[in-house]
Nanobody
Framework: QVQLVESGGGLVLAGGSLRLSCAASGSTILFYAMGWYRQAPGKQRELVATITSGGNTNYADSVKGRFTISRDNGKNTGYLQMNSLKAEDTAVYYC??????????????WGQGTSVTVSS
């Protein structure tokens, strides 16, 4: 059974940085795409960033230029580096792994989420 565990969330001042990690167990992430979603209070969950098994990345317009998704297959871990954080980035962040079909990412396994609060 695949398990994903996020870490690295917390409270940060606006303009600051955080790096989220997503450690996988039960399966290698090598052949999966990985993504990060977030859900702010009272809002729908939104896709923030994805990275394919080949390393191709995509970002939501709201985080382009500020967030960087990466993966270390040797460590079976994915990352989301978040810079220049804004109050509107406050949310619970979820990592997931899944497949890509016709350029659409389909998450299969989810972590439990890690909370990020950006104080202005």
């Amino acid at each position: 059974q695949v398990q994903l565990v996020e870490s690295g969330g917390g409270l940060v001042l606006a303009g600051g940085s955080l790096r989220l990690s997503c450690a996988a167990s039960g399966s290698t992430i090598l052949f999966y795409a990985m993504g990060w979603y977030r859900q702010a209070p009272g809002k729908q969950r939104e896709l923030v960033a994805t990275i394919t098994s080949g390393g191709n990345t995509n970002y939501a317009d709201s985080v382009k230029g500020r967030f960087t998704i990466s993966r270390d297959n040797g460590k079976n871990t994915g990352y989301l580096q978040m810079n220049s954080l804004k109050a509107e980035d406050t949310a619970v962040y979820y990592c997931n792994i899944g497949g890509v079909q016709f350029s659409t990412y389909y998450p299969t396994y989810w972590g439990q989420g890690t909370s990020v609060t950006v104080s202005s």
